[in-house]
T-cell receptor, first 109, second 114 residues
């Protein structure tokens, strides 16, 4: 079956760095997306990885290891506005997104 | 450009009532999707469409029907609402189904079935 595993909740301090991990098992693989979702709002695109390695985009970076079925999202210089849920979503062989339940990130001053 | 819009934003139904949720996109996207999101669970695909006049079932299609008569619109119908259909419904669209095709989401419709 298809399965996505990511922590339910994490807490970090403003200005710090946090890493949100995601492990996945899918029928085929065509890349992995990370989305951000603020409470009561729609998900918005953060990053896409299809090859192994690190993709950096400003304060956010995303890493992929296809052989391990593993990805992480790294957030640097945390700001209060980063308080949100972060959704890991690999793309399966049918190009369907398989969504994790998300990691709720709480930023404390 | 408005992007993806959804109507209504919030609705309360009684068990057995019917309703239609409307999704509209102005990005000329081919693919459109309906998801539901429940607490503690990931987004689950209800139905999707790969183009005008075509629809297909997703992971949780039972109790829902859809239509894509115009490219820009994707309608989700509940014929006889049940309390288990209380959820937040998101519509999304994308140009294609290939890799790197980001899905753009509407603001969501919050549905409460009593």
């Amino acid at each position: 079956g298809q399965n996505i595993d990511q922590p339910t909740e994490m807490t970090a301090t403003e200005g710090a760095i946090v890493q949100i991990n995601c492990t996945y098992q899918t029928s085929g693989f065509n890349g992995l997306f990370w989305y951000q979702q603020h409470a009561g709002e729609a998900p918005t695109f953060l990053s896409y990885n299809v090859l192994d390695g690190l993709e950096e985009k400003g304060r956010f970076s995303s890493f992929l290891s296809r052989s391990k079925g593993y990805s992480y999202l790294l957030l640097k210089e945390l700001q209060m506005k980063d308080s949100a849920s972060y959704l890991c979503a690999p793309l399966d062989s049918n190009y369907q997104l398989i969504w994790g339940a998300g990691t709720k990130l709480i930023i404390k001053p | 450009n408005a992007g993806v819009t959804q109507t209504p934003k919030f609705r309360v139904l009684k068990t057995g009532q019917s309703m239609t949720l409307l999704c509209a996109q102005d990005m000329n996207h081919e693919y459109m999707y309906w998801y539901r999101q429940d607490p503690g669970m990931g987004l689950r695909l209800i139905h999707y469409s790969v183009g005008e006049g075509t629809t297909a079932k997703g992971e949780v299609p039972d109790g829902y029907n859809v239509s894509r008569l115009k490219k820009q619109n994707f309608l989700l119908g509940l014929e006889s609402a049940a309390p288990s259909q209380t959820s937040v419904y998101f519509c999304a669209s994308t140009q294609g189904a290939g890799d790197q095709e980001t899905q753009y989401f509407g603001p969501g419709t919050r549905l409460l079935v009593l």
